[in-house]
DNA sequence: CTGAAAGCGCTAACAC
DNA sequence: GTGTTAGCGCTTTCAG
C-alpha cells in the first residue's frame, strides 16, 4: 500500500480512501491510485484493515452446523451464503457432528477469528459459556434447537406439533397400532418429537404400546434390525412413523426386504431424499429449511447491525405432505 | 492482552508466549496469565496475529464450489473440513453457480481475507487472472476441472472413461439406440462425459444418431419435455446414458410418468440419491469424491507447507454400479 | 480535498 | 527465562 502511495504520488489515506469508495477524492488523482494499484498488483488486506476499523467488523459470520455435508446443513448453509453475500460478509462454517467439545473447540476458533455473528445449531445442552463472548460484542443465534442456560435469538421448527399431525393422520386412517422410531431423546429435536408423538396418541385416545417405541441408534442397520425384529414378534404395529431423516430411510429399507412396504403405512419427518420416486412415494412432514435459514440470518443480521430488542424464539411450521406410504389402511 | 500482562504482573511477550504454547516459560508465570486470561476473558486475536507473524498464514483456506448446498459440493467441503482441522486450519466455502464472474468476484474476496490456500472447481474458463495472486503467495488447486490457461495441480475424475464404460455396458445388453442427455458442452465435465460417449458407440459400432443427444437444460421440466417427445417421435431408443445427476432424476421421473422405467435402459452418471431404493435401481458410474477432495486437500497442504515440486493433474477413477436399470434387455 | 501522526493487537528480533 | 522495541497493513483523528 504504501508502494502504491508512492507510484501515484500521494498518501497512504489517499488510497486508503480510495479502496474505501469514499467519495471525497479527486478523479484524476484516484485513478492514478489504481492504476498503481494494478501494476503493483496490489490487493487491499481486510483482516489488516479491520484491526483499526470503527467497529472492528471482520464482516464474517460463523456457522456451525451439524454435518455440512448432510442436506438439512447445506441448504441451511447455502441461504445463509446468499444474506451473507448480499450484504459483503463471507461465511465460515463448522461440523458439529453432535458432539458437545467440537461445540466449544470451534465457537472459540471462530471467535479468535473475531467473526461479527455466530449461528449454532448446537450439540451441547449448557451454552452458559458464552455469556462472556456477549460482552465482547459477538452476536449469537441459535438454530433447529434452541440455547440452554444462555440468552439470544433462536428459530426452530413445530416439532411436536409435526409429530401429532403425523399421528393424527395414521390415526385418521385407521391405525391404532403404530410404531415409533427416533433418535435418542438427549437430542432436543427428538425428545420433542417423541413428546408430540406421545401427545398426539393421547389425543387420537391410542393406548402407547411401549415395545412400539424405538429410540438411539448406532447406524442404519441396527435401525433396520430392529424393524425386522418388531415384525417377527408377535405385536407387530400396522403404521410406524419416523421422526428423522436416516431412520425413515433405514426404516423404508427394512420394509422393502420384507416387502411390506406396500402394507404398512409410513409417515417420516424431514425431507428424504427422492421421497416422491420411491414407490409408495413417502409422506412426510417437512421442515421449511429456506424459511428457517432466511429467518434467522435476518435476526442475527440486525443484531450486527446494531439492532438490541429483546430476545426471540421463533418457530416455523412443518408440512404434511401426502404422497402415497403414509395412506396405506390398516391390514391384518 | 495488554490488561492480561498487567494483571499478571508480566509483559505482553510472556503473555504471547503463553498462548502459542512456547515452552520457555515458567510454570508458575503461566498459571497466573492463564488466571487473569480467564478473570478478563481475553481470547487471542488470531487475525492480528497473522498480521506479524513470521510467513503470515492465517490458517484458512477457501474453497470455491458449484454450489455447496448440493450434495457434491457439500462432500467434498465435507472431506476438506475434516483435512483443515487436523491442522488448525479453517475453511471459507462459497457457491460459484456456474457464473464465471462470481468466480472472480470470490476470489478476490478470499484473498483480500488473505487465505492461504484456495481450492476451484471453476465456473470460468480463463485463470490467467491468478498469475499476479501466485506471486503473492497464495496457493491454488483446482478439482473437479482443471484451470486453463494457468497452472496449478488439479484433480479431477475419468469423465470420458466413465462414459465410455456406460456405453459399453448397455451396448454389451444388445443396445444399439441409445440416447444422451447431459449439460451443455461448454462445461467441461460435460464436455468430457459427452466426448466419451460419442468415443464409446464408435468402439461399439454403433452409429451416433444426432436425434438421440440432448444438451442443456434450463430446468429438470426441459429434461422431462425432452425425454416425453424424443418417445413420441418415431426413432425411440431403447436405452439412455444420463451424464449429470440432475439430469438423470428427470429422465426417472419422465420414464416413470410414461411408464416406461421397467422397459428402457438407464445408466446415469454421478451420485443420486436413494438411487438403490428406487425401482428398478438405478446403474451408476460414480465418482469417488472422498478420494478426489482428500487427494486435493493433501496437493493444496503440501504446497502451503512449502512443497514446490512439478505442478501435477490427478486423475480420480470412477465406477460402474450395476444395481438393475441399466440391465434391461432391449424391446421392440 | 489531502496528509501526518498515532495506534488497532499482536509477534520478530534482540537484548538482558 | 523474560522484557523492550519496532512494525505488520491498515484506518482513525485531526490539522491543513
Do not use: R
Given at each position: 500500500m504504501r508502494e502504491v502511495a508512492a507510484l501515484s504520488g500521494t498518501s497512504l489515506k489517499t488510497v486508503s480512501r480510495v479502496f474505501n469508495g469514499v467519495?471525497?477524492?479527486d478523479e484524476d488523482l484516484s485513478r492514478r491510485v489504481k492504476a498503481a494499484a494494478r501494476k503493483l498488483n496490489y490487493t487491499p488486506n481486510m483482516t489488516a484493515g479491520s484491526l483499526r476499523r470503527?467497529?472492528?467488523?471482520?464482516k464474517t459470520i460463523g456457522l456451525l452446523l451439524?454435518?455440512?455435508?448432510?442436506p438439512f446443513s447445506s441448504a441451511l448453509h447455502r441461504v445463509f451464503e446468499n444474506y451473507a453475500r448480499e450484504r459483503g460478509f463471507i461465511v465460515l462454517a463448522g461440523s458439529l457432528d453432535e458432539d458437545a467439545d467440537r461445540e466449544r473447540d470451534l465457537v472459540s476458533l471462530f471467535i479468535s477469528r473475531r467473526v461479527d455473528g455466530l449461528i449454532i445449531a448446537p450439540?451441547?445442552?449448557?451454552?452458559?459459556?458464552l455469556k462472556p463472548e456477549v460482552q465482547a460484542g459477538t452476536k449469537f443465534g441459535f438454530i433447529d434447537r434452541p440455547p440452554m442456560n444462555f440468552s439470544a435469538d433462536s428459530v426452530v421448527s413445530t416439532n411436536r406439533e409435526g409429530s401429532r399431525r403425523a399421528v393424527a393422520h395414521l390415526a385418521s386412517f385407521g391405525h391404532t397400532r403404530i410404531a415409533y422410531f427416533g433418535d435418542q431423546p438427549s437430542i432436543y429435536t427428538a425428545s420433542e418429537r417423541y413428546q408430540g408423538f406421545v401427545e398426539g396418541m393421547k389425543q387420537a385416545k391410542i393406548s402407547l404400546d411401549k415395545k412400539l417405541v424405538f429410540q438411539g441408534f448406532d447406524s442404519p442397520e441396527e435401525v433396520r434390525a430392529s424393524v425386522v425384529a418388531m415384525f417377527e414378534?408377535?405385536?407387530?404395529?400396522?403404521a410406524i412413523y419416523a421422526s428423522q431423516n436416516l431412520v425413515t430411510l433405514a426404516v423404508i429399507q427394512a420394509l422393502r426386504e420384507m416387502k411390506r412396504e406396500k402394507k404398512i403405512a409410513l409417515v417420516g419427518f424431514d425431507h428424504i431424499p427422492a421421497a416422491e420416486l420411491l414407490t409408495p412415494a413417502i409422506t412426510l412432514i417437512t421442515q421449511d429449511i429456506a424459511a428457517m435459514g432466511q429467518h434467522s440470518a435476518q435476526l442475527l443480521f440486525n443484531r450486527i447491525e446494531g439492532f438490541e430488542g429483546a430476545v426471540v424464539q421463533d418457530v416455523i411450521p412443518t408440512s404434511l405432505v401426502v404422497r402415497g406410504s403414509g395412506e396405506i389402511r390398516p391390514t391384518r
Open positions: 467519495s471525497t477524492v470503527k467497529n472492528g467488523q471482520t451439524e454435518d455440512i455435508s448432510n450439540a451441547g445442552s449448557d451454552h452458559g459459556y414378534s408377535s405385536n407387530a404395529p400396522t
